[in-house]
């Protein structure tokens, strides 16, 4: 397991991602926090370190239909037996402000993510 270097707890939600860059097929959101996230294709996706993505979630616990546009860099990836999994930094995204309202909902739950074994 990694050391936890976090600046924000990281709550565990299901959400489909839509990564056009990334993959043709839709990816699964793990979790999500203020300033990153993980995912996750079930099939093998070539990822560039360098590169910013613009990727949409849509939520299951959202209000809104509209899905989350956020724009990320991602930080990490692997692979294990086809699936593709992506640590990503949340960059400062379109949708912002409904990040923000979103955790501070999943905050209030109180969920968060205690088996986390990725790093942002």
Known sequence: MKEENRQNHRYPEIGRVI????CALP??????SLTGCKIHFPVSVVVDLEAEYMIKITL???LEDA???LMCKPMWVTEDK???Q???KILYSPDD?????FVSFLQEMGEDDD???DIL
């Open 19 to 22: 990564a056009t860059e990334l």
């Open 27 to 32: 990816g699964i959101l793990d979790n999500i």
């Open 60 to 62: 299951t616990r959202s």
């Open 67 to 69: 899905p989350l546009q």
């Open 82 to 84: 086809g699936n593709t």
């Open 86 to 88: 992506i640590g990503l």
């Open 97 to 101: 402000a409904r990040l923000r309202e």
């Open 115 to 117: 088996d986390v074994d």
